[in-house]
């Protein structure tokens, strides 16, 4: 089970902080991630950190986002600052998990969490 928090609607230029928590049971975390999809959109990857610390951004978002988590609580949060319109859409969690003995990354997603951008 995953619970997304903190999408919100927000002006340009402004912030929010998204939050998923991944409850249930305990994860063998390859990567976690946030993924966003705009109306009329193909779902796009937007950041991810992997179980190490190393993390990665898509090209828009560099130097505005930032992905952490929290492996006690089996949580990522995406800080998001001057965002734009065009930041608007559906965010989605998304874990990667490490199933030991094999080259399997089996994914799990949340159920999304609505960030509007708008004057």
């Known amino acids: 089970h995953f619970e997304e928090s903190g999408g919100a609607s927000v002006q340009p230029g402004g912030s929010l902080r998204l939050a998923c928590v991944a409850s249930g049971r305990t994860f063998n975390t390859y990567a976690m991630a946030w993924f966003r999809q705009a109306p009329g959109k193909e779902r796009e990857f937007v950041a991810r950190i992997m179980g190490g610390g190393s993390t990665y951004y898509e090209d828009s978002v560099e130097g505005r986002f930032t992905i952490a988590t929290n492996s006690a609580k089996n949580e990522v949060c995406l800080q998001m600052t001057r965002l734009k319109i065009e930041d608007t859409a559906m965010y989605y969690c998304?874990?990667?998990?490490?199933?030991?003995?094999?080259?399997?990354?089996?994914?799990?997603w949340g159920q999304g969490t609505q960030v509007t951008v708008s004057s």
């Open positions: 998304n874990l990667a998990e490490l199933v030991p003995g094999t080259s399997r990354r089996p994914e799990y």
